[in-house]
């Protein structure tokens, strides 16, 4: 059974960081790229940043774009979200997705649970 795991969320005060971890497990995905969403309460999901296989490329969001930093170990089957500088309005649950299908902003084969990250001002 594939599974991907998100850990690292919390409570946090605008301006801090926090670091995000995703692992998988089930299958490697050293050969697919892997992104990081998030909702809002009462919002759609959105994309956030996705990562290449090598980790060579990456693509962010210009709401997170010079604040976030996504990267991936291979070697652990896993990837993370490095999130600097945080805004109240990235409050949401991010979420880890692997093995995209299509449009790699919005369509993945596999999704994590979610870790709630909640900022406050």
């Known amino acids: 059974q594939v599974q991907l795991v998100e850990s690292g969320g919390g409570l946090v005060q605008a301006g801090r960081s926090l670091r995000l971890s995703c692992a998988a497990s089930?299958?490697?995905?050293?050969?697919?790229?892997m992104g990081w969403f998030r909702q809002a309460p009462g919002k759609d999901r959105e994309f956030v940043a996705v990562i290449s296989w090598s980790g060579a490329v990456t693509f962010y969001a210009d709401s997170v774009k010079g604040r976030f930093t996504i990267s991936r170990d291979n070697t652990k089957n896993a990837v993370y979200l490095q999130m600097n500088s945080l805004k109240p309005e990235d409050t949401a649950v991010y979420y880890c997705a692997a093995d995209p299908d299509g449009d790699w902003r919005a369509h993945y084969n596999y999704w994590g649970q979610g870790t709630q990250v909640t900022v406050s001002s």
């Open positions: 089930g299958r490697t995905f050293s050969g697919d790229p």
